[in-house]
């Protein structure tokens, strides 16, 4: 039984069709690269994904049931944004998390923050916007989960940082357990990505595995990228 | 071991050609135990499937073998090893000919410039 | 879950509520030790001030107690930190339960408070014995001790904030299903909600009145009502006012199900 899959999936907004009759399935032990330009949609797919939205027509299913707490309790998503209680310190978040989720690892979760030389005493709201993002990265990081859904997770990072968020998402790495990275910074994560998927409007034009993808088309998957997105 | 992949040519492919250069040039002695599947990944910075996937393809050839309970070992035939080593040396020197062909170089002037320069290598 | 969520909900409501509980007492205090010196003009205008302090200290309990709750709704479900709320594994009746019984608790003990504030500021056997005086023909009446008459209409507020609370949040729920103007729609829908909730009441009223002709009385002449009569409609609206904010509740959770559209 596959992880993940979308059937069929569409998503109306605003009387726009945000997307088109979305088919993908993505299976377990894979780091998988949700790849798109701004607005094709994959902040969309990932926040229906997370109940966020409401399917306009289609399913969702992970391990073959519909979105509901058992599937929560195993999806571990990092969304673009602050969504953290500002006036709570590192330690009190990670107490939260703790009661919250069975699966939660607070002593990673220290250990990870520590590495990253960030203050647990600290109110979220004292911190720069870089330092939240990382505490935001460190729970959802300490969280065994299933699948981790990275939304954008090198954004607005240094390099020193970028590669240690690459090393945790391999560290953290088991046969069981799938990632997916949604990012417009492919050249700086492709090296890790099993599969790609490329999202355009709504629609997914291209499903393949990075190597084959790379021997195919005798070129690196941000220069494929940029082929066919080429304004 | 730490080198720059090139993000044009799948990765695996060029984690074999790393592998193999390391088992033919002895940094990876014939019958030592090489590091885990995770061990690799994490030290690389790739990811695992694409380690296990070189690995496969090391296998295939036959300059790794799997032991299943204590993991993966280079071969202990070297002959094979010398039979590899030879490949990529000529593989290597044949592409170097045909560079220094390119920008006009004779095979004599080539064999004095390896000659002069060649001591320093 | 429902316990974890309480907990947290009930901190953050209380923390701001706990100031005005202070204040509230403080003006209580205030209130009665000015007015304890009968002689000073001054100290009667000072009397007066601080009375009318610990009122409207009281009414921003009430007024708090519903707004915030309201603003957590909307923050915990539809904001930013919507993205951490419905991620949680926990069911939306979950959320949403912990929603009501955190104002259900808020409102008992802002209520005590009131009660406290009260009584320290006016509490003298004058007083008690004027109230019990003023409330003894209504108890009599309706054939019940002094004692029920305030637990019943303690009780009929209670409901009618619930009610009022509730109704925000179907507001909320429903004003959020649209584009734009959120706020606004969540107003309006709100408000018809409220509105909506006093009419079943009065329609279940004339709909017995239909078959009873002591009720139609109150609906069609002017003529007084016997006490049985207006007895037995309070006790009937206020069964049915219960029952409606039952069902609030469960048309509410029944919405909140079918999911959120988080911007």
Redo the contacts between chains.
Sequence with gaps: MELLQCIDLNKNFKKKQILKNINLSIPR???IGLLGKNGAGKSTLIKLINDLLTVTSGQILINGKPIGVESKKIISYLPERAYLDKGMTVDKTIKYFEEFYENFDSEKAYKLLKDLGLDTNQKLNKMSKGMQEKVQLVLVMSRKADLYILDEPLGGVDPATR?YI??TI??N?NDGASVIISTHLI?DI?????NVIFIDKGEIILTAE???L??RE??????IFRRMFKC | MKFD?????????QLVTELKRDIISGKLSAGERLPSV?DL??DL??????VQ?ALVELEDIGLVFTERTNGKFVTEDNSLIEKYKQEYANTMTQKYMETMRKIGLSKNEILLLINNLGGNV | MLKKLLKYDFKSIFKVLIIFYILAIFFGVLTRVFFSFKNSLVLEILGEISQGAAISMMCSTLINNLMRMWVRFKGHFYGDESYLTHTLPVEKRTHYLSKILTTVITLFVSFGVIFLVLFTAYYSKENLLFFKNLLLPLAEIYDSSILGIIALFMFVLFLEFLNILQCGFTGIILGHRKNNAKIGFSVLFGGLAFFASQIIVVAVLFGIAIFNKDFMNLFVTNTALSMETIKSMIYISISCYTLVSVLICFVNIRLFKKGVNVD
């Design positions: 032990g894979k780091i590669d690459l090393d391999l560290t790495f050249s492709e090296r890790i990505l099993d990075a190597d084959e790379r021997n005798d070129a690196s998957i941000d220069e | 992949f090139d993000n044009n040519i799948p990765i695996y492919l995770r990944a994490l910075k790739v990811n695992p499937n694409t996937k």
